[in-house]
């Protein structure tokens, strides 16, 4: 951590917080310039609030030098975390596919949906049961039946399932799920994801519309803190100015987070833009760019579709899409789903 | 709702469309030009699904005419709402004013300043228990012993109390505060606003980081529909590309939700600058936009503040920025506080 | 400056970049942690390149502890800077009222507009004669014809006047122009500023769309380098993904820059918000914050406006406005225009 | 075009808007809904100010149903554009590759860059004469001196070069330039486009930072209606909230622009990313999403650059890059570059 005092600081306040700051077993080096003086803090600086020394009037500003997170950096855990679910690993060098419906709907529809995608090659399904809708006139998923048809597709299909999880009252109904999913818009609720590393259950966390990547990897750090180190990443877009697209997909976050983290991330295209046409060059790009994963929706009839029906594609696109995407991870050295 | 279809749409992909949405019990009326083919719907549009007609091949975009929210809307419900917690009132007129420090930390510094908050004009007292921290490794507020040590503030003042709800199993601990609190990072947390919807204490719903006014309202729509009308709006700042601040404050939302809707809007210049040295500009501003209220967090020793000790007033800033604002108030013909 | 290593960098290509620093005359403060090792380098650190250092493979991070401009800077220059023009100041006390019609139509429009508009009590004309405009098959403006009518406008009022410059080509037809206008557009049009900085007229520089404070900052630098001090600095509203206003007004940009920058800063609520409902409320709010002026489009007819009608408000309004401002400007103890 | 109207407008405003309308030669169709009323306008609705109509008080909203460019719209012109320099062609199916420094130096070290590119693979030089640098204490380019040193590098390699135009009146040194380059400062710089369209050249057109597709392809609209169709447009990152990249590349803008235009579309990862090790996999990634082109920055000496070394490639990691990139470009049915 690095402290810029401000020009004619009273000395007295200087030796209060150079105190205060010592008794913290951290050691002050000083650098005096012309204009400036610089403290550069050694030690562990976890434990120093920032705001804190800001809340001084003598300081001009704090700068970390460190990342603030420490269980979820490469720095100190070199090697790639793999998550396994049954027989499927994400991380560690392919392109794990999880494909299906936004909600489900009927039982004929999740399990056909589900029967095609594997079919076309997916490693996992997903679907919703309880769904964030931005409207409250919006259908908002079948709740608890929606999960019992899941486990239905689960069984008709032998695949792992994944499905977001709401709200913490649901996590009962959770225990056939193999993967629990954290929205975007719970990125940072922070209590859900303090429950969620006391789990024994591997985690998609999704990053928030307006989130940085570090507060992604602090959100992850919340669980891992807990103990659970099974967490996969998921880019999915971020809010900006451009409406062509409903977010604008972020694909250089995949090289930065394999940079910082050891965590395996994934892509969601299909929200990431809300239209169905790109989702294809954007599953492709994602490979392109070394995702260990992506996340797809297809709907039997996405003209029938409860929600997001226009980001939705037919079995028959995800086949076509899986088949281009197998192309570019070939060239990869990566397998990508089942193909 | 108007809706723009493909030119050289196959004719039997239209008529299914216009058939799918007339048994809706929405008239159709088509307006044929040389390049596009628009239909403009009339009815109870709310029960159409725009998505799953953008899904359609044959259609180009849908546009809404009518904002997707009706019992939060100014339209159908011209009079301001106005939302009384014993003999304060927010709303309606005045500008309430919410201070306090942003964590309760000890019986002596919650007691000492929200006496000094009194004092000062306040009218209602703010404090979080519970506290939302982006690092696992930061103090996460003092928690149900929190809440009673606020309550004896409560006590000692007189004043009704204000603090955030960060998860539904916390809910019962909040019998004896006055207003309940959504964070930004709660705005579309969708299952806590529909629980919220059936209880009977005004909610607070601050804006997320990265919301629209537009989803700002829709959340507000879960609450009422959910028949709670006491909701409070909260400007806090949206995530740009600036940083100089720890957010932009969005000071043009005021009189847009005014507009918009009959329901209070606040302003917290504290979180939505990051810097004790903005919150008296952005306080008297907001006065002058219009602003229902404000939520100051106000701390008797900042440099000690166990969080955001950078945004925190002193008591005595916090008298002076009372000044400042009740004299703008005086122009606009509104009290501000207890002044 | 404070340059972080990597880990484990070879001692070779450290002791490289130590020698390649110290021969630029900078000394180095070498603090050494348990992860970390960081430079701290003192000296004049402008003739750094940040980017050639971070080019390094043994660089971790670069951070800048000094502001990277010098001229504009308040710490080296702590007085207001006022930039008068005949009779009229800007900056060093109150708020000056520049208005006038989006763009110059006819003789009638932009004298007429102008006489009322003075009688309102505005400081100086605005009005547009070279127009930015998204669309090639939008109105571009009068061009020069512009000029001479806008120059008539000047004469029948006494007012100074204020245009936009959209291209070097026409300088010599802004003879009699008191303030040139450089556009949010050309805010980083470096050759513009270039010049402008050789030339005797205030300029009139308005913050880019997407650009930070600090970029505006060294935007200025760019002109004060070239000599000319008589620069005022313009906030217009920052591009956002809110859509119910045209931009996001920035206000808590104005304290942040008169702590940085001893230049004066005005808003220009017009631009910012696109409505001109929106006008009244946001002036106020601007005054309340600080703002050294502002900029008001005015139209005599609207709905006939060849641009910006939208946004413009009718003399009528305006005059209200001001008088609304005027009270504002009361309590800061600042004259509002001629009010 | 739909236009909205306000309920209970008065009856003698809403008939003067009918006439207003209908005096352009436009045919409105009126739909009457219980609580809106919809106008749908038929003809040549470019003609229409919309600003204007949402000037009068009985408006609501006004919307576009149809794009409001025509000449660069994919709809009126369904097939691609390609431009040819010399023997290469952007456009109409390979993956052209522009390749050098940011900035020219020194004879040798633009002679040495361009050949080891050539030899790499790439089809036309890119490199930088007059730089756009946001302090004014930058190294700014060597003008003139720069372009003749480029042109020695052009014979040398017998490669067509491609550098930005700062100012209109560096014009005349750009006669043996092969494209004009229009930086994303100056994307809309409208006089300089204007000019542009008047010129016999290939323009390469950057997206602003701050800048729709939308405006992007409006820009380039005032380019072709000047009568110059060779447009390249390039897609270099755009501005948001995330600091890890300089910039957000936004790849999804590929396959809308090949949806909406009919013009070539390239990437730049150097500068959307800001960081070498980034550009290999961004580079990859475009390919996969359909780009026409990558322009990358290589020098032979990024530690010794005068700008943006941080962002540029050694000659040997770029060999490396487009074997990559031609790899995916195999999958494509694309040749990349030479290779």
């Given at each position: 951590m690095v402290i810029i005092l401000k020009k004619d600081a009273p000395k007295q306040d200087v030796d209060k917080l150079w105190h205060d700051i010592e008794t913290q077993n951290i050691k002050i080096h000083e650098i005096i310039g012309s204009h400036t003086t610089i403290w550069g803090l050694i030690g562990d600086t976890h434990k120093i609030d920032m705001e804190a020394i800001e809340a001084r009037e003598i300081v001009e500003t704090v700068q970390r030098v460190q990342e603030p997170y420490k269980e979820v950096n490469r720095k100190f855990h070199p090697e790639d975390t793999v998550v396994t679910v049954g027989d499927t690993k994400i991380g560690g060098g392919n392109v794990t596919v999880i494909a299906g419906p936004c909600s489900i709907e009927t039982e004929e529809q999740i399990i056909d949906t589900c029967l095609q995608v594997k079919a076309a090659g997916a490693n996992m399904l997903r679907g919703g049961a309880f769904k964030p809708r931005?409207?409250?006139?919006?259908?908002?998923?079948?709740?608890d039946e929606g999960l019992r048809l899941f486990l239905k597709a689960k069984k008709a299909t032998g695949l792992p399932i994944v499905t977001e999880l709401m709200s913490l009252d649901h996590i009962d109904l959770f225990n056939d799920v193999d993967i629990i999913q954290v929205g975007a818009r719970n990125m940072q609720n922070f209590e859900m994801l303090k429950e969620l590393g006391k789990c024994n259950k591997p985690i998609l966390l999704k990053r928030g519309l307006a989130n940085t990547i570090e507060e992604l990897l602090m959100s992850a750090e919340y669980i891992i803190a807990g103990g659970n180190t099974d967490i996969i990443l998921c880019e999915r877009g971020i809010r900006t100015f451009e409406t062509q697209t409903r977010n604008t997909l972020d694909l250089s976050a995949i090289p930065v987070i394999k940079t910082l983290s050891h965590l395996p991330i994934l892509v969601d295209p299909s929200h990431a833009t809300g239209k169905y046409e790109l989702v294809e060059p954007m599953s492709m790009a994602a490979v392109a760019a070394g995702t260990d994963g992506l996340i797809i929706e297809v709907h039997n009839n996405p003209q029938k579709a409860l929600c997001d029906g226009a980001q939705s594609l037919t079995p028959k696109r995800f086949e076509k899409c899986m088949e281009k995407c197998a192309q570019i991870g070939n060239v990869m050295g990566k397998r990508v789903g089942t193909l």
């Open positions: 931005t409207s409250p006139y919006s259908f908002q998923g079948l709740g």
